[in-house]
């Protein structure tokens, strides 16, 4: 760790309530920009809001306000404004003329989280794409806002890379890394075409930042991922296998945390990271029921669902932190779910049954079969490309007596209806 990285810095937060966002929205959004602050490493000296009718076109808030900030910002020796929307190149420009300190908003913090996190190739050229993008229109003449702040928070570039502040060569780097992104995505939807093939069901898990997705994507394929009590922890999907009570296997995938207000400029850089959503088979959504803004977070993944065509796949709720919720938590009505927490190890196995008897009841169909002992190698295929129920072998006409559940497509079916 450089030193940079130890020295955290030290953040006014910066918010501008306007008439259609209600109290408890607007402050469920500033804590968000608080906690989102702390997983930049920074620390959060006080916030600053206001209530107006519109957001001030020139400096966002008001005229008094930036006084009142800018003699604030000396008083706390703070070392960067953070406001809570996205910021105008012209709105950034008149602040920075108005009060000499560095300054970010909302949509170069969550880049920056983003920048930090990306582990997978796909994943750091998107977000230095989001960068970049964001960061051409802001570029004042030469001079440039960024290239002011020198390092920290809001310039950092994926795998610690400084980010590119001239113009020409911004150009250049987003053309060079459009490039290179087609080739990576062709690689990756010709490896889940193949995935698909093999006939394997994919599960994807979905939800709210800090849901506990990674938690349960280790505790269910009980492999290694990064779990941390940050926001945005995962930022590639990753996909394992799992293994179902019965002995079935499919496919798991952790994916990028949802956060309402994404800035425009991710959901479209995010776009192809959550495609893996849309090839699911079944959606295991998880919400943090000790989160104050359950419901919100309920209806923001749901709406990016949407958004992404992905809202027909059946879904299976599961509300985490059942060993925090909320005294007065109410599941959501209509859906399927169930409750558990990664804290109490039972659990692991309720959720995998859970996610059992769901797969059973909206993508498989039971069957029987009576299959002879000497067929060696179908046996063994039906032990691990179905969810075997009964397995019994039977001396008198030495068969197996076999029940269980397949997926109707399954090039299995065929083999099996011979001894049906
Ligand atoms: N108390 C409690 N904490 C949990 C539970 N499940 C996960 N956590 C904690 O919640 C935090 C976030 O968990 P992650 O698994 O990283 O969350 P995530 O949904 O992957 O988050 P992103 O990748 O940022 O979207 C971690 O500190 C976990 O230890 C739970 O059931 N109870
Ligand atoms: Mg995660």
Avoid at 353 to 377: D, N
């Amino acid at each position: 760790m450089n030193e940079q990285e130890t020295r955290q810095e030290k953040a006014i937060l910066v918010g501008c309530q306007l008439p259609h966002i209600t109290d408890e929205h607007f402050e469920n959004s500033m804590e968000e920009l608080a906690s989102l602050t702390k997983t930049a490493d920074g620390k959060v000296l006080t916030s600053v809001t206001q209530k107006r009718n519109r957001a001030d076109a020139a400096t966002y808030i008001g005229k008094g306000k930036v006084e009142e900030l800018k003699a604030l910002v000396e008083e706390l020796e703070a070392d960067l404004l953070i406001f809570n929307d996205e910021l105008s190149p012209s709105q950034l420009k008149s602040l920075a003329t108005a009060i000499e300190v560095k300054m970010i908003d909302r949509t170069q913090l969550i880049l920056d989280i983003f920048a930090k996190r990306a582990r997978t190739r796909e994943g750091k050229l998107q977000i230095e794409l989001a960068q970049l993008q964001y960061a051409l229109p802001r570029l004042t003449g030469q001079g440039i806002n960024l290239s002011r702040q020198g390092g920290g928070i809001g310039a950092r570039g994926p795998g610690e890379t400084k980010l590119e502040t001239d113009r020409r060569h911004i150009r250049n780097r987003i053309h060079e890394i459009n490039t290179q992104l087609s080739t990576v995505i062709r690689h990756r939807s010709r490896y889940r075409e193949r995935r698909k093939k093999n006939g394997v069901l994919q599960i994807a898990l979905v939800g709210y930042t800090n849901a506990g997705k990674s938690t349960w994507f280790n505790r269910l394929t009980s492999a290694e991922s990064y779990e941390e009590d940050l926001l945005f922890a995962t930022l590639d999907p990753m996909t394992r296998k799992m293994v179902l009570p019965s002995g079935y296997s499919v496919l798991l995938s952790d994916t990028v945390g949802f956060i309402q207000d994404l800035p425009t400029t991710l959901i479209a850089a995010f776009r192809s990271t959550l495609e893996e959503v849309k090839e699911a088979d079944l959606i295991l959504h998880l919400i943090d029921s000790s989160n104050e803004d359950y419901v919100g977070h309920e209806k923001t993944v749901l709406r990016l669902l949407e958004e992404l065509e992905a809202d027909d796949i059946p879904m299976l709720t599961a509300y985490n932190k059942r060993d925090q919720k909320l005294p007065d938590f109410i599941p959501s009505a209509g859906r399927d779910h169930i409750m558990v927490s990664a804290k109490f190890e039972e659990d692991a196995e309720t959720f995998k049954e859970a996610i059992q008897r769901y797969l059973r009841q909206e993508l498989l169909t039971s069957f029987e079969a009576h299959v002879p002992a000497s067929e060696g190698k179908l046996l063994s295929r039906i032990k691990s490309e179905t969810m075997v129920d009964r397995f019994y072998f039977n001396e008198e006409n030495e068969r197996y007596d076999i029940s269980g559940y397949v997926q109707e497509e399954q090039s299995i079916i065929g083999e099996l209806k011979k001894y049906m």
